[in-house]
């Protein structure tokens, strides 16, 4: 039996080095009886046409990123919301891996998609690289800002001063080049990869997100599963979610040494506590656009996993 799994990123990326572990693993519990073959990036399409694929069973797993996920799953926004997740990475782990509202209720949202909400793991700090400063609001006048689809993350932008412009991310280094936006978000490790550094100026942290995505398969598919493999696949999914988190906390930190090394010029700026405070309260009006997109299951959504936020930000330790 062959299980193909597409990602939405390049080979060498944190998706990749799951999708890869994850591969390793099945075939090993298994005994070879399952293989399992991943699709990088490009090769069968953007990330809402992988999540097709998925729902169709032409593909038995797939990335599905929030970030791009919004116009299928409309609640799973919550992720795009600014200033969400917590600065302590370990509180988010925690929640990605075991929060009762992912699993349980986004979880029957993707469920009525045709879509099995596998996992979510978090893939960094996202970091704007631009070709200006940015430092306050009145900065992204007249500055198109490239975002994922997402139309929760077209609010975000849009309260928060800019020009938001939603591209596939295979587009995003031409766009950036021909100047058809001024600049884009990803966290480091993509940002190196798909050498957006290049074609940009500045890396500006503002600690207004975390890349966060999902591991989707097919309803049907994960139902149809005996016992015995159900139990593998989940097994396999838990284990993997302390494996990753090491993994794009690694892959962050050596390539920003990498993208110094090749741009020395490049201009890092981390935005002072004062400069995200005035971003985080530009926020809020994006989070107010989230509940009347979503109504009141969205904003009970938004509740409970702030709730969530706070309780694992306690126990790991502020
Ligand atoms: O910006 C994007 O579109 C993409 N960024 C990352 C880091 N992964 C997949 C996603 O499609």
């Known amino acids: 039996e ?10 060498g990326s944190v998706q990749d080095r799951y999708a890869q572990e994850f591969k390793r693993l099945v075939e090993e519990k298994t005994d070879g009886e399952v293989t399992v073959t991943v699709y990088p990036y490009g090769t069968l399409g953007t990330s809402a046409d992988l999540t097709e694929l998925v729902t169709q069973g032409a593909l038995q797993f797939a990335n599905a990123s929030p970030g791009h996920l919004g116009t299928l799953v409309q609640e799973i926004q919550v992720f795009s ?10 509180a988010n782990k925690k929640v990605l891996s075991e929060s009762e509202v992912i699993y349980d209720t986004l979880g029957s949202d993707f469920e009525e998609k045709g879509l099995k909400l596998l996992t979510m793991y978090p893939e960094g700090e996202m970091v704007w690289t631009t070709n200006r400063e940015i ?4 900065d992204f006048d007249n500055f198109k800002m490239r975002t994922m689809v997402s139309p929760m993350l077209i609010e975000a932008y849009k309260a928060f001063g800019a020009s938001p412009t939603p591209m596939p991310y295979g ?7 021909l ?11 993509a940002i190196e990869e798909m050498k957006f550094y290049e074609v940009t100026d500045y890396m500006i942290w503002a600690g207004q997100q975390q890349f966060t995505t999902t591991v989707v398969t097919g309803a049907d598919f994960y139902n149809g599963l005996s016992d015995e493999r159900r139990k593998m696949l989940d ?3 838990a284990e993997l979610s302390d ?3 090491k993994v794009q906390d690694e892959y962050n930190k050596e390539r920003l040494e990498k993208i110094k090394k090749a741009k020395p010029d490049m201009k890092m700026i981390e935005l002072t506590d004062e400069e995200k405070a005035v971003f985080e309260k530009a926020a809020m009006q994006a989070r107010e656009k989230f ?5 009141d299951s969205g904003k009970k959504i938004l509740n409970d996993l702030e709730a969530e936020i706070k309780a694992a930000e306690k126990e790991a330790g502020g």
């Not at 919301?81 to 370990?90: I, K, R, T």
């Not at 100047?179 to 490790?189: E, L, R, S």
């Not at 509940?291 to 109504?295: A, L, N, P, S």
């Open 179 to 189: 100047k058809q936006i001024d600049g884009q978000v990803n966290p480091i490790f």
């Open 235 to 237: 097994e396999t999914v």
């Open 171 to 177: 587009e995003v280094y031409g766009g950036l080049q």
């Open 135 to 138: 430092r306050k609001p009145e």
């Open 291 to 295: 509940i009347e997109m979503t109504g």
């Open 2 to 11: 062959e299980w193909k799994f597409a990602i939405e990123e390049i080979t």
């Open 81 to 90: 919301v600014p200033y969400l997740l917590s600065d302590n990475n370990e």
């Open 243 to 245: 494996y990753i988190f």
